[in-house]
């Protein structure tokens, strides 16, 4: 049996090589997350002024995410402009319920802005830091589609923009590789997956403010309290993964005296290498108690709290 050891220093030697033959300006869409920061580094240090960072700002985002990626670039000494594009967004997902449908219209809209900047930069190329298990749960040749990852599933036919995915046959664990070769702070090429939609595939059925807001306080409750278990040791580490949902439907609840009608919060954390596959995080029941009372104490309108215990496969990662 032959393995194949990943090399930082060939691959970048390699693919900077085949970067040096793209004659042209290009632009990057950005999220802060180590995939997109890695391309983004590959890529600027070929073309310089000739790569455009852009993040938008989609509404989706978690709890001062804006700040972090905008702090994040300034520390790389990378440009970066931020477009904010929230009202765009829930405007095209009004009335959208269907999944796939959230994530194709996620892919055009992102399409739609970054084509615009890409017109103003003059640009010629659309940098992505797709990685392996995005085109693959997309759905290639005869591979079934999982799920359409709007970097993918959501291009359009007609885009002009040439693209550019220098990650593109690598996994999380390698992209990880790369990022600490660059020398990046050990929070950003750890920090876990977060998925370029965001809280719209956390928020089931319709996308409305009132469900998106309660997803990221929730959110923002479920990694405080991992991350601080985690800093008092009483869990030996951080999951792969961790996060909140918003189910679509609401259930009966008691809040005082008073019968509640309120939605309920499922709570997600999976241990896992690259991501196609992944079992639940066992944590322990007095952590998934202070999140469960924190979430109902302090976020109006929610009753629920259930712990998701299901493996990838059969589950995915993400509930949508």
Same mark, same amino acid.
């Given at each position: 049996?032959?393995?194949?050891?990943?090399?930082?220093?060939?691959?970048?030697?390699?693919?900077?090589?085949?970067?040096?033959?793209?004659?042209?300006?290009?632009?990057?869409?950005?999220?802060?997350?180590?995939?997109?920061?890695?391309?983004?580094?590959?890529?600027?240090?070929?073309?310089?002024?000739?790569?455009?960072?852009?993040?938008?700002?989609?509404?989706?985002?978690?709890?001062?995410?804006?700040?972090?990626?905008?702090?994040?670039?300034k520390k790389l000494g990378i440009p970066l402009k931020?477009?904010?594009?929230?009202?765009?967004?829930?405007?095209?997902?009004?009335?959208?319920?269907?999944?796939?449908?959230?994530?194709?219209?996620?892919?055009?809209?992102?399409?739609?802005?970054?084509?615009?900047?890409?017109?103003?930069?003059?640009?010629?190329?659309?940098?992505?830091?797709?990685?392996?298990?995005?085109?693959?749960?997309?759905?290639?040749?005869?591979?079934?589609?999982?799920?359409?990852?709007h970097n993918v599933g959501g291009l359009p036919k007609?885009?002009?923009?040439?693209?550019?995915?220098?990650?593109?046959?690598?996994?999380?664990?390698?992209?990880?590789?790369?990022?600490?070769?660059?020398?990046l702070r050990k929070d950003l090429y750890w920090s876990?997956?977060?998925?370029?939609?965001?809280?719209?595939?956390?928020?089931?059925?319709?996308?409305?403010?009132?469900?998106?807001?309660?997803?990221?306080?929730?959110?923002? $409750?479920?990694?405080?309290?991992?991350?601080?278990?985690?800093?008092?040791?009483?869990?030996?580490?951080?999951?792969?993964?961790?996060?909140?949902? $918003?189910?679509?439907?609401?259930?009966?609840?008691?809040?005082?005296?008073?019968?509640?009608?309120?939605?309920?919060?499922?709570?997600?954390? $999976?241990?896992?290498?690259?991501?196609?596959?992944?079992?639940?995080?066992?944590?322990?029941?007095?952590?998934?108690?202070?999140?469960?009372?924190?979430?109902?104490?302090?976020?109006?309108?929610?009753?629920?709290?259930?712990?998701?215990?299901?493996?990838?496969?059969?589950?995915?990662?993400?509930?949508?």
């Open positions: 049996m032959c393995i194949f050891l990943f090399s930082t220093e060939k691959f970048i030697k390699k693919t900077s090589e085949e970067l040096k033959h793209y004659d042209g300006k290009a632009i990057i869409a950005v999220s802060g997350g180590v995939d997109s920061s890695v391309a983004c580094i590959l890529v600027h240090k070929i073309f310089g002024d000739r790569l455009k960072a852009v993040f938008v700002d989609t509404g989706f985002l978690r709890k001062g995410e804006i700040t972090e990626v905008s702090l994040k670039f931020t477009v904010e594009a929230r009202d765009v967004f829930l405007k095209n997902l009004k009335g959208v319920a269907d999944p796939e449908k959230k994530r194709k219209i996620i892919g055009k809209t992102f399409i739609e802005i970054f084509d615009s900047e890409a017109k103003a930069f003059g640009a010629d190329f659309l940098v992505q830091g797709t990685i392996a298990p995005d085109w693959i749960e997309s759905g290639s040749g005869i591979r079934d589609t999982i799920k359409s990852h007609n885009m002009k923009l040439k693209l550019i995915e220098p990650l593109r046959d690598l996994y999380k664990d390698e992209v990880r590789l790369l990022a600490e070769e660059y020398g876990q997956p977060f998925p370029g939609p965001g809280l719209a595939i956390r928020v089931l059925g319709e996308l409305t403010e009132e469900k998106i807001n309660i997803c990221r306080q929730a959110n923002a $409750v479920v990694c405080d309290e991992i991350f601080s278990s985690f800093e008092k040791k009483e869990i030996p580490s951080l999951p792969w993964q961790y996060f909140a949902v $918003v189910l679509d439907s609401k259930s009966v609840g008691i809040q005082g005296d008073i019968r509640a009608y309120g939605y309920t919060i499922a709570v997600r954390a $999976v241990e896992a290498t690259d991501g196609l596959t992944a079992t639940y995080a066992r944590l322990p029941q007095d952590l998934l108690e202070k999140i469960s009372i924190r979430i109902t104490n302090e976020l109006k309108g929610v009753n629920r709290v259930v712990y998701d215990v299901t493996h990838k496969p059969p589950g995915s990662i993400e509930w949508e």
